[in-house]
């Protein structure tokens, strides 16, 4: 996890995680793929930026619709919350 931000700050919300492929995912990101809603209400809460972007140029709202998955209605809640 990357906890200190270019000011030496903690941004604990917006934490880049280094994925198995080796891609940094947000907390953020992996809380949305991981159908999380709580975790995702309080990232949010916490100045998560829902704007961040990985390598290929994903955001949290992306890689939630193109997951492959077939959407359930927690699913489609999540994507409603992040676009709030």
Known sequence: LRWISLDRTEDRANASIKTLSGVG????????????????????????????????????????????RIASAEERDLIRLLLS
């Open 25 to 68: 995912a947000s907390a953020l990101q992996l809380a949305a793929l991981a159908i999380q809603p709580a975790l995702v209400t309080l990232l949010l809460q916490l100045g998560a930026d829902i704007d961040q972007r990985i390598s290929d140029g994903s955001t949290s709202i992306s890689l939630l619709i193109h997951s492959g």
